[in-house]
């Protein structure tokens, strides 16, 4: 019994992994439009799918970022300077590339922007705070989004959204699990809506890697700047020496749980984009396979008691 079951699941995985083998053809005629490509994922895909033939459009935040692509990459490649917080922003750079794509429309787009800071616990925190990520990882999603969906309409294209592993379970407190979950929310929705249209909508789930949205040191830093500006009272409930205990255990453990590969994150983004039949979600990392999301599936009492075992502990706690 146990060899047939296992003769099954091997026979799963090598259908499905011949199935997923093509990729569509004609890249020199696809554009993709791909935000926040200054560093990390996105300016590896960028380059990655210039480099495979596609016509990229890859938007920057910064000058620099726009520079160095430009220098790196093919005479097919597009930059464009792109701030997703701000729509009129977001409004000119859909009719730049409306007038690039023509009648051919826009093959994919791929909404990578984002931002991990500030992060810390709900009480550290202001709406202030909790508006200023989801104005990037939200809603500036969901603008861009809106602003290119009908010129992917025209090409039967695809929407590649890119959420976390923290859009299925939140460990921690913050504005980013809540925004990441709204994403999921958002592709899933947009998903269905765009069946009848023969949109595909593509869902990037990545676990942690060595970015610096997980840079301890960038982390480090923005946690103090929060401790510093909070109330006393907010700090006597922690402790005094509740900061540096948070500095060690980043230290110490995100290191060696973040994955140096990139390409593990990029080749999912690949996929989505240029396989003739994309998976609808994808993660990348093997803490998302094996535990993150597998324990998004537990239950909620079982949950809070493996995340809180390890957790640092306020001075005032009363449990």
């Not at 039949?277 to 990392?285: K, N, Q």
Request: aromatic share 12%.
């Amino acid at each position: 019994m146990f060899l047939y079951l296992l003769g099954l699941v091997v026979f799963y995985y090598l259908y499905r992994w011949f199935r997923e083998i093509p990729r569509v053809p004609g890249k020199g005629d696809k554009y993709v439009y791909i935000t926040g490509c200054d560093s990390g994922f996105g300016n590896l895909l960028a380059r990655h799918l210039d480099e495979l033939g596609f016509c990229v459009i890859a938007s920057c935040f910064t000058e620099k970022g726009e520079e160095d692509l430009r220098k790196a990459c093919s005479g097919r490649f597009t930059t464009l300077h792109l701030d997703v917080k701000k729509n009129e922003n977001v409004d000119k750079a859909a009719a730049l590339i409306k007038d690039k794509v023509g009648t051919r429309g826009l093959w994919a787009v791929v909404n990578n922007a984002g931002v991990a800071m500030p992060s810390a616990p709900c009480d550290w925190l202001t709406i202030d705070d909790y508006k200023s990520m989801l104005d990037v990882n939200l809603n500036g999603v969901i603008a861009v989004t809106l602003s290119v969906l009908p010129l992917i309409k025209k090409a039967r294209g695809r929407v590649v959204n890119v959420a976390s592993v923290f859009g299925r379970i939140s460990p921690g407190g913050g504005p980013y699990t809540v925004s990441k979950f709204g994403v999921e929310a958002f592709n899933d929705s947009l998903r269905r809506n765009m069946v009848p249209f023969g949109v595909k909508v593509l869902c990037i789930e990545p676990g942690f890697f060595k970015t610096t949205m997980t840079d301890w040191i960038v982390l480090g830093k923005s946690f103090k700047q929060l401790w510093e500006k909070m109330p006393q009272e907010v700090r006597d409930d922690y402790g005094h020496d509740y900061l540096d205990k948070v500095e060690v255990r980043m230290r110490e453990k995100l290191d060696k749980m973040s994955d140096a590969d990139l390409m593990k994150v990029v080749s999912c983004m690949e996929h989505a984009v240029a396989a003739v039949r994309p998976r609808t979600r994808y993660s990348p990392g093997w803490d998302a396979k094996f535990f993150w999301i597998p324990m998004s599936y537990m239950p909620t009492r079982f949950t809070d008691w493996l995340l809180l075992k390890k957790a640092i502990i306020p001075a005032k706690a009363v449990y």
